[in-house]
């Protein structure tokens, strides 16, 4: 292996998991369009903080759930309107 470098500053990662078995999840929450929003939003706002889908993030109940990293804040239930309020949490 190698490390890569990279210009990015931060890690957004929004859990899109799926699940077909009757258990909660991420994704029946709208987590995959709340992800295009986020990731639509901290662009403009930071083009070196990169937002990505992520598998489970073991919160599944109080999804969606988003994790910015390296600050390891883990946020649940994020909505549609939280993404002002969480554009600045995550560029600060
Ligand atoms: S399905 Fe999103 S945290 Fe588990």
Redesign the pocket.
């Known amino acids: 292996m190698y490390q890569i470098d990279t210009n990015f500053r931060k890690l957004v990662l929004v ?5 077909h078995d009757g258990r ?4 029946d929450k709208g ?1 995959a369009e709340l992800h295009q929003k986020i990731k639509f939003a901290v662009a403009a706002a930071d083009p070196k903080i990169r937002v990505s889908k ?7 109940s ?4 988003v994790v910015i990293m390296p600050d390891n804040i883990w946020l649940g239930r994020v909505q549609e309107q939280d993404i002002p309020e969480l554009v600045k949490l995550i560029t600060s």
Do not use: K, Q
């Open positions: 859990c899109t998991n799926e699940r909660e999840c991420c994704a987590s992520s598998g489970c993030l073991d919160r599944c109080t999804g969606p759930t």
